[in-house]
């Protein structure tokens, strides 16, 4: 398995240009979400999706929109690009094990997103 | 999930344990205690996690103090490749989409010299 997968793994923008960062995992996972980690900081969740065609909002989705059309992915897109959204950008999943608490989420490699 | 408190850095030898703590003093009867790590420019990692029995896999062990107030996770033999951030987070009961997310504190640096 390839395990979480993201592309690009770098990525450099004008401010107001958009763009899509790309998620896929082949581990056939419910749970994906989508996290910023700003430098020197925990990681802060953007976005999440239970399942196909639900998405929802998490702790700082301000700027971001996200769909789940199938299992495997989870784009995250940018629709104008600020430079506030700077930052090292980590998609996961994660599937219930039905046990309360022992749920482990994988990650992906990043991108990393400079906005000018 | 209820508050962990770690160390901001730790230094170790290469080849040695390492011992990196964590003080979960207002931990619930069901919050289990996961540690993941997060190596320089990659994404978190799992480690380890647990209720109230001590755990080992391949890669650590988990300590579980005997009131679970605070854990301790183990590396045995400390390697260059063991240098990153270690969280230790805690997971409650998941009962609704947005409780399934992890709660990362600023975690413990972990240095190896070799």
């Known amino acids: 398995n390839a395990g979480v997968t993201q592309t690009p793994k770098f990525q450099v923008l004008k401010t107001g240009q958009s763009m899509t960062l790309q998620c896929a995992q082949d581990?056939?996972?419910?749970?994906m979400s989508w996290y910023r980690q700003d430098p020197g900081m925990g990681l802060r969740l953007i976005h999440y999706?239970?399942?196909?065609?639900?998405?929802d909002q998490g702790e700082v989705p301000n700027g971001y929109n996200v769909s789940r059309s199938t299992t495997e992915d989870f784009p995250l897109r940018l629709l104008s690009a600020a430079p506030s959204q700077t930052s090292v950008y980590f998609c996961?999943?994660?599937?219930?094990?039905?046990?309360?608490?022992?749920?482990?989420?994988?990650f992906g490699p990043g991108t990393r997103l400079l906005v000018l | 999930d209820a508050k962990t408190t770690q160390p901001n850095s730790m230094e170790s030898n290469e080849e040695e344990p390492v011992h990196l703590p964590c003080n979960h003093s207002?931990?619930?009867?069901?919050?289990?205690i996961h540690w993941y790590r997060q190596l320089p420019s990659q994404g978190p990692e799992y480690v380890i996690h647990?209720?109230?029995s001590n755990v080992n896999n391949r890669m650590a062990s988990l300590a579980i103090a005997e009131d679970r107030k605070s854990s301790t996770l183990i590396l045995h033999r400390a390697t260059l490749r063991d240098a990153a951030v270690y969280y230790c987070?805690?997971?409650?009961?998941?009962?609704?989409?947005?409780?399934?997310?992890?709660?990362f504190g600023s975690g413990t640096q972990l240095t190896v010299l070799p």
């Open positions: 581990m056939n996972h419910e749970y």
């Open positions: 987070i805690l997971r409650g009961p998941i009962s609704s989409g947005s409780a399934r997310q992890l709660t």
């Open positions: 999706s239970v399942g196909a065609g639900i998405t």
């Open positions: 647990g209720l109230t």
């Open positions: 996961a999943s994660s599937y219930s094990r039905g046990l309360a608490g022992q749920e482990t989420q994988y």
């Open positions: 207002t931990i619930s009867g069901t919050d289990y």
